[in-house]
C-alpha cells in the first residue's frame, strides 16, 4: 500500500460547479498536510496547509482532514475555468526530519 | 510569498552529455533544498536533500555519482546530471525551505523541463 493515494482523475466539472478533490493515507504519524496546485510544466504552489485535524477555509477553497479516517479533502466552491490544474495533496509528519510525502495529483478541468 | 526560482526552464541535450540546473531563493535564505523528479503523470518524487555547506542526502535508488549536487551558498543549489540518458528525461524541481526549519514551509520553483535526445 502507497503511503498517500489520490485519484488521478481526470476530473471534468462545468464552471461554478464545487469540486470536491480526496486523498487517503496510511501513516498515522503525519500531522502536516497541505494541497498544492501545479498548472501544466510548473512548479507546485502551496494552496492549503493543515495541522492536524479540522478545517480550514482560504476564500472559494476549503481543507479538511479526518486524522482518524486518514482522510483528507479539498472543496473548491463556484469553481472556474482558471481552476484547473493538477492538484496534489502533500503531508508529512513535520519538524526537520520528516519529508514531503506527494499523491499523484487530480487532473482537474472546469468548463466554461 | 517567497520566490524560488530555476535556470534553465527548459534543456535539451544530446545523450552522454551533462546538464546543470539551477535553484535559487530570491528573497529568504535556504539552509536546506530539495531535489525532485515528476515523470508524466506520476507524483514528485524526492532524490535528495541538500544543506548548505554539507554532502547531499540522497533517496534509496538515485545515484549520488550521476545526480551531483552542491549547495554552495544560502541562496544557490545546483544538480549536475551527468552523462545524461534519454530516461533521465524528466521534470525537475527544486524546494527551498526557510530558516523556520519546519517542512510544511517547503517553496517551489517552476521546474526544469529535460529531455535527452
Known amino acids: 500500500q502507497k503511503e498517500v493515494e489520490q485519484d488521478p482523475g481526470p476530473l471534468s466539472v462545468p464552471e461554478g460547479a464545487i469540486v470536491s478533490l480526496n486523498c487517503t493515507y496510511s501513516?498515522?504519524?503525519?500531522?502536516?498536510f497541505m494541497w498544492y496546485r501545479q498548472y501544466s510544466r510548473k512548479g507546485p504552489e502551496l494552496l492549503m496547509y493543515?495541522?492536524?485535524?479540522g478545517n480550514k477555509e482560504d476564500g472559494r477553497f476549503t481543507a479538511q482532514v479526518d486524522k482518524s479516517s486518514k482522510y483528507i479533502s479539498l472543496f473548491i466552491r463556484d469553481s472556474q475555468p482558471s481552476d484547473s490544474a493538477t492538484y496534489l495533496c502533500a503531508m508529512t509528519t513535520g519538524g526537520s526530519q520528516g519529508n514531503l510525502i506527494f499523491g499523484k495529483g487530480t487532473k482537474l478541468s472546469v468548463k466554461p | 510569498g517567497a520566490v524560488v526560482s530555476q535556470h534553465p526552464s527548459r534543456v535539451i541535450c544530446k545523450s552522454g552529455t551533462s546538464v546543470k540546473i539551477e535553484c535559487r531563493s530570491l528573497?529568504?535564505?535556504?539552509?536546506?533544498m530539495f531535489w525532485y523528479r515528476q515523470f508524466p503523470k506520476q507524483s514528485l518524487m524526492l532524490m535528495a536533500t541538500?544543506?548548505?555547506?554539507?554532502?547531499?542526502?540522497?533517496e534509496q535508488g538515485v545515484e549520488k555519482d550521476k545526480f551531483l549536487i552542491n549547495h554552495a551558498s544560502l541562496t544557490l543549489s545546483t544538480l549536475t546530471v551527468t552523462s545524461a540518458h534519454p530516461e533521465d528525461s524528466s521534470f525537475y524541481i527544486c524546494?527551498?525551505?526557510?530558516?523556520?526549519?519546519?517542512?510544511?514551509?517547503?517553496?517551489f520553483g517552476p521546474g526544469t523541463r529535460l529531455l535527452v535526445l
Open positions: 501513516n498515522s504519524a503525519f500531522q502536516y
Open positions: 524546494s527551498a525551505r526557510d530558516q523556520t526549519g519546519r517542512q510544511e514551509t517547503q517553496y
Open positions: 493543515t495541522y492536524s485535524s
Open positions: 541538500s544543506n548548505e555547506g554539507s554532502k547531499a542526502t540522497y
Open positions: 528573497d529568504f535564505q535556504a539552509t536546506t
